[in-house]
């Protein structure tokens, strides 16, 4: 399959590694997966950028989910690439912030949206702490009810829109316009000692720390968690990028299908790109 092309396409996507004297398949380049409940169905998609597959490394990125009766939670992860152990970081915030054990007090059918935001709240604290065995990372997290209720919360550049086939709606301020591009809030907030902190911004205050997003998705509505490697494209790109993710995305394709699309070629894209998206099935 081909990578779709969205706006100037970029030389590197095209481009093969150098093949090295050793090499195996324990890192992923592509990572897809699909699952549905009575409620609910499932797509993840993410792919290592052409910036880590040329230098023949693995994605900084992790996606990961959990469900029971009721609710689930989502989340995605970007680990910074400046700091040491990123990829670990990223991985263990997020397995953390969909296993907390203050999930588990969600039960039944009628999971409100103030349940959820009390939850994201213990949720985002395991994530934390899951984030200091070392490195750094961004996450995004969403928590949905069977009935629709939405509470997203993130740290850094991670971003969440809700789509339907006439529109995007992203559901977090854009970075301001100048911002240094390597500059994000991260997990953990304190940095340890000896660790570099030049690519990343330590959150000063507990306003700053955690940004938060409600609502409640309807008929025929997706919600997406995406890393800034997709994001950041999406956001930039609303004659090209945008129009052909929401599209497909809208449509429901087969969790191979998402891996295809996330791997377009864009002028620019670099990094790596991971989306997981959610649907509520007509019930």
């Given amino acids: 399959m081909d990578r779709p092309v969205l706006g100037l396409p970029s030389a590197a996507s095209a481009a093969e590694p150098s093949l090295r004297a050793y090499g195996d398949a324990s890192v992923a380049g592509i990572r ?61 915030a997020c397995r953390a912030a969909v296993s907390a054990e203050s999930l588990y007090g969600l039960e039944g059918p009628e999971v409100q949206s103030a349940d959820l935001a009390s939850t994201a709240t213990l949720c985002g604290q395991a994530a934390e702490s899951a984030a200091l065995g070392g490195g750094a990372t961004t996450l995004v997290l969403g928590l949905i009810s069977s009935g629709g209720w939405l509470h997203v919360v993130r740290v850094g550049d991670s971003s969440a829109f809700v789509v339907d086939a006439q529109g995007t709606r992203e559901l977090f301020p854009a970075r301001e316009d100048g911002a240094v591009g390597t500059a994000t809030a991260a997990l953990p907030f304190d940095v340890p000692e000896g660790e570099s902190g030049a690519e990343r911004h330590v959150a000063d205050s507990a306003a700053e720390r955690w940004e938060t997003a409600s609502g409640r998705l309807h008929p025929g509505e997706v919600l997406v968690l ?34 295809g699309l996330v791997d377009f070629s864009r002028q620019g894209c670099h990094d790596d790109r991971t989306v997981l998206c959610a649907w509520l099935r007509p019930g």
């Fill in 226 to 259: 995406a890393t800034d490697g997709v994001a950041d494209p999406w956001r930039d790109g609303p004659g090209t990028v945008e129009p052909a993710l929401r599209a497909a995305i809208a449509g429901l394709p087969s969790p191979l299908d998402l891996a």
């Fill in 32 to 92: 897809a997966e699909g699952a549905s409940t009575t409620w609910l169905t499932l797509r993840a998609a993410s792919v290592v950028g052409s910036r880590h597959r040329l230098a023949g490394e693995g994605s900084d990125d992790f996606f990961a989910w959990s469900y029971r009766e009721g609710w689930a939670a989502l989340a995605v992860a970007d680990g910074l690439g400046g700091v040491p152990g990123s990829a670990g970081a990223a991985a263990r």
